[in-house]
């Protein structure tokens, strides 16, 4: 029983990010190095790196019926990322945003979509984007306007959806129509103060709360549905950006942080940490296999830069 934040790996990462649980291992990725790791959070040990992408990436989804594939999103767009098969762009959606701009944070719905959101590297207001990638159809514009994308997180029902606008310290609540994944009834989920932290990397555990990574904050919160703060956890690391439960029964809480900017760097700057807590959390959906052929656009280029054994 892990009563306290421990550290996970003697990894430090630059930019920690997309903690998801996935058929028994933790995935997680280095963002801006591009490089997608695991371990089976069973024990301390070093990342295993399993594949690396020559462009910032930034969260990834099993696809579904094909196990050791990834729908991630890599540079401007979003790709598949495959052992044998390399990897293949499927839509370059920010490539010609006036602002240099890349992809940041993106997760499956229960329903086999994928949202993927966007930034400006020089967080321009306004630059970003949430995308749905419906089942069978085009990349949409779900929510514009918006700075730094991060989320979103998904209730289980997948009706329920949360979203963190992080330069802006806030995060909305939607109503999402599981058959068309139309987003209505937006509402401020959460409003918080510089001194707090701003809200970055979340997940919905079993009992439909939301625990939320607080870049800056050195915490973690769980809120109820209604928005009431449940629980703290304080970190030793300033940055925490994304938290997964995971472990044989969802109830280790990973906790991914970035070392990225920080002078001095403390001991646990860009550690992975996990902590032991009461409630389940989900394991992650599977996004629905892409088609098509590769997109064409302007956006980076991706190569994998190396294989997974």
């Not at 099993?62 to 990322?81: D, F, K, N, Q």
């Not at 098969?85 to 499956?108: C, F, I, T, W």
């Not at 068309?180 to 918080?192: D, E, H």
Request: one cysteine or more; hydrophobic letters at 40%; proline letters at 10%.
């Amino acid at each position: 029983m892990l009563s306290e934040p421990t550290p996970w790996s003697s990894d430090r990462l630059e930019l920690g990010e997309g903690a998801r649980w996935v058929a028994g291992r933790l995935v997680l990725v280095d963002l801006l190095a591009g490089r997608l790791l695991d371990t089976t959070g069973d024990a301390p040990a070093p990342l295993r790196e399993v594949c690396k992408v020559d462009a910032p990436l930034g969260a990834v989804a099993p696809i579904a019926g094909r196990p050791g594939s990834w729908l991630a999103v890599v540079g401007t767009g979003v790709a598949v990322l495959e052992g044998a098969g390399g990897s293949r762009l499927v839509a370059d959606l920010e490539g010609k945003n006036p602002a240099r701009a890349r992809m940041n944070d993106a997760v499956a719905d229960p329903h086999g979509r994928f949202w993927a959101g966007s930034m400006a590297y020089d967080a321009t207001p306004g630059a970003g984007t949430l995308y749905r990638l419906p089942v069978d159809d085009p990349p949409e514009a779900a929510v514009t306007g918006l700075t730094i994308t991060n989320g979103p997180a998904f209730d289980a029902t997948g009706t329920v959806m949360y979203l963190a606008d992080t330069p802006l310290g806030q995060v909305d609540r939607f109503t999402v129509d599981p058959a068309t994944g139309a987003l209505s009834a937006r509402k401020p989920f959460l409003r918080l103060s510089p001194g707090e932290g701003a809200p970055d990397g979340m997940t919905v555990d079993s009992a439909g709360h939301l625990w939320v990574a607080l870049w800056g904050g050195h915490a973690v919160r769980r809120y109820r549905p209604d928005g009431r703060l449940d629980r703290e956890i304080r970190l030793a690391a300033a940055q925490p950006t994304s938290v997964c439960l995971g472990g044989p029964d969802l109830r280790r809480l990973f906790v991914t942080t970035a070392a990225l900017g920080l002078a001095p760097r403390g001991p646990v700057d860009g550690a992975l940490l996990a902590v032991d807590v009461e409630v389940a959390g989900l394991p992650a959906a599977s996004a629905a296999p892409p088609s098509g052929p590769p997109a064409r656009g302007s956006g980076s280029v991706i190569r994998l830069a190396k294989q997974p054994p």
